[in-house]
């Protein structure tokens, strides 16, 4: 007696699909050594004229320690820098350095590229209600 296959779990979909993200992602922008996806989207969440950890673990939805982590990683590697925010001399602000800079502008491009793939592979409208569900889903009441 042949069982029939189980559909995948949810979170092996989404999984999946977050793999096939990263992977498109970085066949655009080639080598991004030392870095990773997540340190890519972190610095996407930092302004250029600076931004304070608390509000970047808040766009990036990355824990404090996270975040300090993964900026620690950034900062080593010449991507930002920490100064003190003038408005408030006891807090931080992160800025981009001109590699960070240069960082963000070869991810949105390569952003761009991914999502006109997608758009391709699964059509328009699809490509829309697909964003859509994610967007209701990341904004929903907890």
């Known amino acids: 007696m042949s069982q029939e296959a189980a559909s995948p779990h949810l979170a092996e979909l989404m999984s999946g699909a977050f793999e096939r993200f990263r992977i498109d992602?970085?066949?655009q922008m080639g080598s991004i050594d030392p870095l990773r996806v997540s340190h890519l989207r972190l610095l996407d969440s930092i302004d250029d004229q600076?931004?304070?950890?608390s509000a970047i673990a808040e766009r990036s939805r990355?824990?404090?320690q996270g975040v300090s982590?993964?900026?620690a990683h950034l900062e080593d590697h010449g991507f930002v820098h920490s100064i003190r925010d003038p408005a408030d001399r006891?807090?931080?602000l992160v800025t981009p350095t001109a590699a960070g800079a240069a960082m963000k502008s070869r991810t949105a491009t390569a952003m761009s590229d991914v999502q006109a793939r997608w758009q391709q592979r699964l059509g328009r409208d699809r490509?829309?209600?697909f964003t859509t569900c994610l967007k209701e889903l990341t904004t929903a009441d907890q």
């Open 90 to 92: 006891r807090a931080t």
């Open 69 to 71: 982590q993964l900026l």
């Open 25 to 27: 992602l970085q066949s």
């Open 50 to 53: 600076g931004t304070r950890p």
């Open 62 to 64: 990355i824990t404090r």
């Open 127 to 129: 490509y829309k209600e």
